[in-house]
């Protein structure tokens, strides 16, 4: 008899990582920028993922749309899609484009869902914990780690970006604002330093 073999397909990496930082404006931000080429690098370093990056600046919200359709065109189930945020985010959980725009949680949901595969979706910017119905975080490990659970097994929202699959990290609770740091230079997000030195980049050096 004949042998037949089935390979397993190779996973393709892709993200999209955008940094918004509204220049000439009443709230312009200072290390958005600097926050998504300190991505790149991280997803650039690592070993075994090669990771195709599309890194966008200053995009407003139908060009935020475009640039998700465009960068996980042709993804398959044994994809990899990750989708970076560093701007301004709204206490109703949306994420701010230039030019006064504004992409909701329930449209970034639709427009996510239309992607095959496991998608990660880190943002990093005020409110973002409206995104998976993240609360303050507790004071003491344990509750803290129930919490955690707790957002990322809740269903009952359609539009709760931690269900069905989705692997979501934000960088505050939903009535928190996010926080910056600086090396007297340079402005970066605080909670991308902290992901990025956790994977074994340091931003500040």
């Not at 075994?48 to 407003?60: R, S, Y």
């Not at 239309?114 to 119905?133: A, F, R």
């Not at 659970?149 to 809740?154: G, L, N, V």
Request: net charge negative; glycine share 10%.
């Amino acid at each position: 008899s004949a042998g037949v073999t089935v390979k397993e397909p190779v996973p393709v990496y892709r993200a999209l990582l955008i940094g918004n930082t509204y220049p000439g404006t009443d709230s312009q931000l200072d290390g958005c920028d600097t926050d998504v080429y300190a991505m790149r690098n991280v997803l650039n370093s690592m070993d075994g993922t090669d990771f195709a990056v599309n890194l966008q600046l200053n995009l407003n919200a139908s060009a935020m749309q475009s640039a998700i359709a465009s960068t996980f065109a042709g993804a398959r189930s044994c994809d990899v899609s990750l989708f970076y945020y560093s701007g301004h985010g709204t206490s109703a959980g949306s994420l701010v484009g230039v030019g006064n725009t504004s992409i909701s949680v329930s449209n970034l949901r639709r427009y996510l869902d239309l992607i095959p595969g496991t998608k990660i979706v880190i943002l990093d910017c005020c409110y973002s914990g409206m995104m998976i119905g993240k609360s303050n975080d507790a004071a003491s490990p344990a509750a803290f780690n129930s919490a955690v659970i707790s957002a990322f097994s809740s269903f009952n929202k359609d539009d709760n970006l931690a269900s069905n699959g989705y692997i979501v990290l934000t960088a505050c609770s939903k009535n928190q604002v996010s926080a910056s740091l600086s090396d007297g230079v340079t402005p970066f997000g605080a909670f991308t330093y902290g992901l990025c030195y956790g994977s074994g980049y340091d931003e500040w050096k």
